[in-house]
């Protein structure tokens, strides 16, 4: 079963990202289903599919699923890209192509999906500290800063809620090292940090900027390490 998912995988990474050039997207966006080089794409999805099958024909019945419903999915993105965000399609094209992999593996090698294990102690801890990390971190931190909010950051011409995302980010490394008890990285991640956001500092006018940002990435990084070492401490009491 392992053998049969690796190859369509990789067959369909091949075929949606290795070889697809940006030209052949646009113009599939332009034409449609009379775009020749939808019908490029997919033939180089069947021929990447059967050559990492070694052509063995008795998986004929599967490319074929997997090709018919490459071109159906692929055709109903196209034509939905002006009613919908492009990045929901992308994520929903996909996450349509892998369930109709993992379809045509369980049609030669069925297997079963033990839910239950999505319930285990262990995933759940991960789970909470990942929340907690990202989303709950960010909402604990707005509110405490939010005191001393200043009109240079907030009007500062920034992407929309890319603090925030690198905030999430930033505390997802940190949680990372700590588990992986690589502390040293932290230094480094903080290092880095400093550097990028020293012309933010060298551009303030007193010290309110510099303390805000200096609080900011103390307390995400604060409280990154109080993740971090909370689920390596319960995780350890879940395993004994």
Do not use: C
């Amino acid at each position: 079963m392992i053998t049969l998912t690796l190859q369509l995988l990789l067959a369909h990474l091949i075929g949606d990202f290795l070889i697809q050039p940006d030209h052949w997207i646009k113009d599939k966006e332009e034409k449609k289903h009379k775009s020749k080089y939808l019908w490029a794409h997919l033939l180089i999805h069947a021929l990447a599919t059967l050559l990492l099958l070694q052509f063995d024909l008795s998986y004929w019945k599967g490319v074929l699923v997997i090709m018919v419903s490459h071109f159906i999915i692929d055709l109903v993105k196209i034509n939905l890209q002006h009613r919908l965000n492009k990045r929901l399609l992308f994520f929903a094209d996909q996450l349509a192509h892998l369930l109709v992999i993992a379809w045509v593996v369980y049609l030669y090698e069925p297997y079963t999906l033990a839910f239950s294990n999505l319930m285990d102690n262990q995933i759940l801890l991960f789970v909470i500290a990942l929340l907690t990390t990202t989303v709950v971190s960010s909402i604990f931190m707005k509110v405490i800063i939010t005191k001393w909010e200043l009109e240079e950051d907030i009007n500062s011409a920034s992407l929309e809620h890319a603090g925030k995302y690198i905030g999430m980010l930033e505390r997802l490394f940190v949680f990372g090292f700590i588990v992986l008890d690589q502390w040293q990285a932290i230094g480094f991640l903080l290092a880095a940090k400093s550097v990028f956001r020293f012309g933010d500092l060298s551009k303030a006018k007193d010290r309110k900027l510099t303390e805000y940002i200096l609080i900011g990435t103390l307390l995400s990084f604060g409280f990154a390490i109080l993740y971090g070492l909370g689920y390596s401490h319960f995780k350890q009491v879940i395993d004994h």
